[in-house]
Structures are given as C-alpha cells and as structure tokens.
C-alpha cells in the first residue's frame, strides 16, 4: 500500500502561483511514476500531468503547458506541483495518484493509477 497526502491548496487570486505537493509513505516511492489530477464541480476528474519514476520525463495537458510544472524528490518521497499564473478555471480539487506502470501512453487514464491521495482545493478568484 501507498498513501498519498497533498497539501498546499488554498484561495488565490488570477495570476498568483500555488504550489502544491504530495507526500508518500508505504512502499518505495521511486517505484512508482506519479501524476496529478483535476477535478472541477460537476465535472469529471481530469489528468493534469505526470512524472516518470526518476522524474526525468514529464507530460502536461495541453490546457496547462506553460503554466505549471511537475517535479518529484525522490529523497524525500515528495512530488511537486508549481502551478502559475492561475486562471478562475483552475479551480478544482487536485489529486495526486501513483501508478507502477512504466509507459506513458497510460499516465493520462485514471485507471492506470494504484493509489490516490485525498485531494487538496484550489480556488482561483477572478
């Protein structure tokens, strides 16, 4: 078992920063490729963007390219999620998810993921 707790939410205004993280624990944390998540009210929960498990790949969707990036620290069992110049929809709860898959061609499916954290909000004022 992994689990996975995510901090660093919170209400910020259009065009502020966030940066959010995701703290494992169980199993070892370099075994598994991790990816973020979005969920917005009403809306279904979508793939934001994911890391390899040395963090030398990344992959965004297109929607936040530019404006956000992942990054993990593999020491301290911690991957990262910088997001900037926050837009109103951006508002959503955020989820951090961990797969033991290896491909990429997976990382954007919610159920390639074997562990989920709680999720932490985000809100972005106009």
């Known amino acids: 078992q992994v689990q996975l707790v995510e901090a660093g939410g919170g209400l910020v205004q259009a065009g502020g920063s966030l940066r959010l993280s995701c703290t494992a624990s169980?199993?070892?944390?370099?075994?598994?490729?991790m990816g973020w998540f979005r969920q917005a009210p009403g809306k279904e929960r979508r793939f934001v963007t994911a890391?390899?498990?040395?963090?030398?790949?990344?992959y965004y969707a297109d929607s936040v390219k530019g404006r956000i990036a992942i990054s993990r620290d593999n020491a301290k069992n911690t991957v990262y999620l910088q997001m900037n110049s926050l837009k109103p929809e951006d508002t959503a709860v955020y989820y951090c998810?961990?797969?033991?898959?290896?491909?990429?061609?997976?990382?954007?499916?919610?159920?390639?993921?074997?562990?989920w954290g709680q999720g932490t909000q985000v809100t972005v004022s106009s």
């Open positions: 998810a961990a797969t033991s898959l290896t491909s990429p061609n997976y990382y954007t499916r919610l159920g390639s993921y074997d562990y």
């Open positions: 890391i390899s498990r040395s963090g030398g790949s990344t």
């Open positions: 169980g199993r070892t944390f370099s075994n598994y490729a």
